[in-house]
């Protein structure tokens, strides 16, 4: 069969297919539709989705604060929004402020009474606070170190022994004692326990710059830098939440509160070659005498100047939460009704 051919009948077929199907369609066109009763259907139910939306609240912004023995008047714009952007960070930085919270019940009682000791305003004890969270090994990346978090020369201008053995840093009493001292250095340039606060962050030598620049000698009235103009009012949001960390959205019971560590001394002169072998000698390990001396930062002492060391040693059953009640330095943290 010729190509032209099959060509040809394959013309032909579809030409006849045609009619047909133009056929039925005008069949189809002039019949009567067929109507299929069908069951009416419900339309779905749709469920609505149920979403979580937190509720955000913080405290109301008190009009005024006293602060150390002197009332603050907190109505002036940007005292006003210089405390509410630390309150919004005390209640939203949820794991720090209860960390700090719980860690207050360790390291009050001993603070505390060495402030008052040395006639250092109570509230100083939320500068502490602030500058290191409650952690007393901690230490910034410009070096400061321990609850006061001072800096090396600082620190041993103050009479403090900072070397690779040894950094009182971290001794919570004789840092507390060189704070007082130098708060008080502070107060006897200033006379004022705000602007004292400020030098605390920025040092004693610039804010004295800024107060003769400005003509003012409030820290609240000086144009600092962010950093140093944030402190202060740090220092006042960290006192509100101790008062009421309720009002901050933090409810605690008391066994959710770090408990003190009863301990006695040991007086050490000498060297020590190995301080494991001395923490196994009264019943601890290395990693607890560690904690409970953190200004211990070497294996072994060599103690060439033949210093005085008073290293703590835990009292019996003083590790263990659920042997003794414990005690809650402030009562007003605990939650009513827990």
């Not at 009619?19 to 009416?40: D, E, H, L, R």
């Not at 006003?80 to 794991?95: N, P, V, W, Y």
């Not at 004693?204 to 820290?219: E, K, L, P, V, Y």
């Not at 060599?302 to 009640?325: M, Q, S």
């Amino acid at each position: 069969m010729t190509k032209l051919t099959y060509f040809t009948i394959c013309i032909a077929s579809l030409l006849s297919i045609a009619p047909i199907n133009a056929k039925k369609k005008k069949q189809a066109a002039n019949s009567t539709p067929v109507t299929i009763p069908t069951k009416p259907t419900e339309a779905p139910i749709q469920e609505k989705a149920i979403v979580s939306t937190p509720i955000y609240t913080q405290i109301n912004i008190p009009t005024k604060l006293n602060f150390c023995g002197t009332e603050v008047d907190l109505t002036r714009f940007d005292r006003r929004e210089g405390i509410d952007r630390e309150i919004l960070s005390m209640t939203f930085m949820h794991s720090t402020s209860m960390l700090m919270l719980k860690r207050a019940n360790r390291y009050f009682p001993i603070v505390a009474p060495i402030l008052k000791q040395q006639g250092i305003p109570e509230d100083f004890i939320y500068l502490m606070v602030i500058e290191s969270n409650l952690n007393p090994t901690a230490r910034s990346s410009a070096g400061a170190a321990g609850l006061w978090q001072f800096m090396p020369g600082t620190a041993k201008d103050l009479g403090l022994e900072v070397s690779s053995e040894i950094d009182e840093r971290m001794n919570i009493e004789k840092a507390t004692f060189a704070a007082c001292t130098y708060l008080k250095q502070a107060y006897e340039r200033f006379g004022n326990w705000k602007t004292v606060a400020a030098s605390y962050n920025a040092g004693q030598g610039r804010i004295s710059q800024f107060i003769s620049a400005q003509n003012q000698d409030n820290a609240l009235d000086l144009y600092l830098s962010e950093e140093t103009m944030r402190y202060v009012y740090r220092i006042m949001a960290a006192k509100l939440l101790f008062e009421n960390p309720q009002s901050f959205g933090f409810h605690l019971r008391k066994e959710d509160f770090y408990k003190p560590i009863a301990t006695r001394p040991i007086a050490v002169s000498g060297g020590i070659s190995n301080w494991a072998e001395f923490a196994e000698k009264y019943g601890m390990n290395y990693a607890t005498l560690r904690r409970l001396n953190p200004w211990i930062i070497a294996p072994s002492l060599t103690n060439k100047r033949g210093n005085t060391y008073e290293v703590n040693i835990p009292v019996e059953d003083a590790l263990h939460y659920g042997v003794e009640p414990m005690d809650i330095y402030n009562p007003a943290w605990i939650s009513q009704g827990e």
